[in-house]
């Protein structure tokens, strides 16, 4: 007769079940989660602090330590309660130490066994303190790799880096680097069954990710752990009043019956006065019947049109004001006229007709223009 295996009297002491090992597409996922709570606190920190400036404005100046803070208080509620980070618990796993000293035998049917006192503080500092540094050191990156660089920066280049921070910008992308392809290979060794720990500080605290069981977590029965699955509602909820609330969202887009009303009720600007030396005031004087073009027709005294009746024919569009001619290279006033970029920027610059007495003003409504209003329009 074969001799059986013996099975252990504590086989929880051994190493990690097959049946509880997570996969690691069970593990990515909640890696990802971690990540999209920072923007969406930074969001609703930002949407607060354009409602309630005098509340919120300095809370989103300091978020990254604000985040910290809340996360530091999440997390730390879901490792003493649950034996989890709040990604973990919120996709049914749990912390569980790899190290488990030999049980009393009152404690053979006891709960799964803790995390000690050591592991849960080295687990907050890993979820709080290691994303606050690595945020904190890219805003550094990013501010001194581009201060000295007159390429790159948009205004002051500041004070000339000094030695530590210019060490700093030249190995930080390496550590980065470095760091990065670590987790990658710990991953991989982890896909391949070469490792029990997803994580290279979980071998350095001694605890290990595994499946939660229903009857492993007695104390989810508070608030705390109803809030993880009405996470996501909430989550499209916030996506869907950051649209609701947004400029092109129906919301804000007018009916019919308002636009037309909304139209009729605003008014258009009142037009300027046109001065009288333009010559726009005054029509031409027109040849007497049976004259040819080319004799000489003495001016007749006409009448004068105000500027509220002026108004140009479909003749007489297209014509600069200035020059009654075509509009060349046209461009247009602050007054709303259009005329030859030529003719408005010599009669601002004081070299028209009018000379010096109509520099820096707009040769028609007579109003303050400054060279640099002068703009150039596609026609």
Known sequence: MPASTPTPLFPEAGPSNPHLRPHLVELIPQEQLRLVLHPVFRYVLTYLAQHYPRYFLRIVNRHEEAF????ALVEKHHLWKHNASLSEYFYGLRLVPTHIPTPRLG??????PRLSKRQRWGMLLV???LPYVR???DDAFDRWSTQNDPDLAMADHGAPLNRMQRLFVATYPYAVTTFEGALLANDLAYLFNKTDYYRPWHRW?????ERRMNEDDPSGNGLWSKLPPFLPPLLLALKFAQWWFSPTSPRSLPTTQASTSLHTLVRPPRPLSILPESGLLTPPPSPPPGASDDSAVPAAPTTTITPEAYTIDVAGFGHCPICKGKWANPAILPSGWVVCW???WDAIAGEGEAGEAGKGRCP????????DELRRVLV
């Open 127 to 129: 979820l709080v303190g």
């Open 68 to 71: 910290a803070l809340v996360l």
């Open 342 to 344: 030529r003719c408005g």
């Open 205 to 209: 605290l001694g605890v290990r990710v």
């Open 364 to 371: 028609i409504t007579g109003v303050e223009v400054h060279p």
């Open 135 to 137: 945020a904190r050191a």
């Open 107 to 112: 404690q053979l049917a006891g709960p799964q």
